[in-house]
């Protein structure tokens, strides 16, 4: 009898070994859902964790992942820093890079992003100055102010900044998501994944 006991729970072991193992798998792969970057990058907060979204008003993922970014940002941890960044990979980006940091400059970035995001996507022409000034016009932006923010030193120095950073990550397109400027997420499931690192980053809680 006893023997035939030890049998059976063996049997039980083998069974449910497995299922413990898979059961402490992490729901993300390194390699697959992210990747370690070769050089980590120091962020600009080192006392939270940065999550960098590179994007250009021109992508259509980029215009699909906004509504979840916004979604996300209404829930994210106060430890994380959540940093937009318009990337200039090609000279027919640079126009809507710069009128990000524009929007910025002068105090209406909430006001029209989403809007250069719908624009962009409806065919509208935005693909110079002159195009950009008219559209801020219709938000109530002085096209003098819009012009000078367009063309500042500080938009300059940022657009070369964001384009040396996205040199640095390794970025080809966008979106690009990285945490904490060490990983670079590349699931569809883009806000799983990050809160997935930040949690990584994180470490144990007290």
């Given at each position: 009898?006893?023997?035939?006991?030890?049998?059976?729970?063996?049997?039980l072991?083998?069974?449910?070994?497995?299922?413990?193992?898979?059961?402490?798998?992490?729901?993300?792969?390194?390699?697959?859902?992210?990747?370690?970057?070769?050089?980590?990058?120091?962020?600009?907060?080192?006392?939270?964790?940065?999550?960098?979204?590179?994007?250009?008003?021109?992508?259509?993922?980029?215009?699909?992942?906004?509504?979840?970014?916004?979604?996300?940002?209404?829930?994210?941890?106060?430890?994380?820093?959540?940093?937009?960044?318009?990337?200039?990979l090609?000279?027919?980006?640079?126009?809507?890079?710069r009128?990000?940091?524009?929007?910025?400059?002068?105090?209406?970035?909430?006001?029209v992003?989403?809007?250069?995001?719908?624009?962009?996507?409806?065919?509208?022409?935005?693909?110079?100055?002159?195009?950009?000034?008219?559209?801020?016009?219709?938000?109530?932006?002085?096209?003098?102010?819009?012009?000078?923010?367009?063309?500042?030193?500080?938009?300059?120095?940022?657009?070369?900044?964001g384009?040396?950073?996205?040199?640095?990550?390794?970025?080809?397109?966008?979106?690009?998501?990285?945490?904490?400027?060490?990983?670079?997420?590349?699931?569809?499931?883009?806000?799983?994944?990050?809160?997935?690192?930040?949690?990584?980053?994180?470490?144990?809680?007290?």
């Open positions: 009898m006893p023997n035939r006991f030890h049998r059976w729970l063996l049997i072991l083998a069974c449910t070994l497995p299922l413990a193992v898979r059961a402490a798998d992490p729901p993300f792969q390194e390699g697959k859902d992210y990747v370690r970057l070769s050089t980590p990058a120091p962020t600009s907060a080192p006392d939270k964790i940065e999550v960098i979204e590179m994007f250009w008003y021109g992508c259509p993922h980029c215009h699909d992942l906004e509504p979840l970014a916004q979604a996300w940002l209404k829930r994210k941890p106060e430890n994380v820093v959540f940093t937009r960044i318009p990337v200039a090609g000279a027919t980006w640079e126009p809507g890079a009128a990000y940091y524009a929007a910025e400059a002068l105090g209406v970035l909430d006001k992003h989403q809007a250069l995001f719908d624009a962009f996507h409806q065919r509208r022409k935005l693909n110079d100055e002159d195009q950009l000034a008219a559209f801020f016009a219709e938000y109530g932006v002085d096209q003098t102010a819009f012009r000078n923010a367009y063309k500042s030193f500080q938009t300059e120095t940022q657009l070369r900044r384009n040396q950073l996205a040199q640095r990550y390794g970025v080809r397109g966008v979106p690009a998501v990285i945490v904490n400027g060490q990983y670079d997420v590349r699931s569809p499931r883009i806000f799983e994944v990050v809160d997935f690192l930040i949690a990584k980053e994180a470490g144990p809680q007290s």
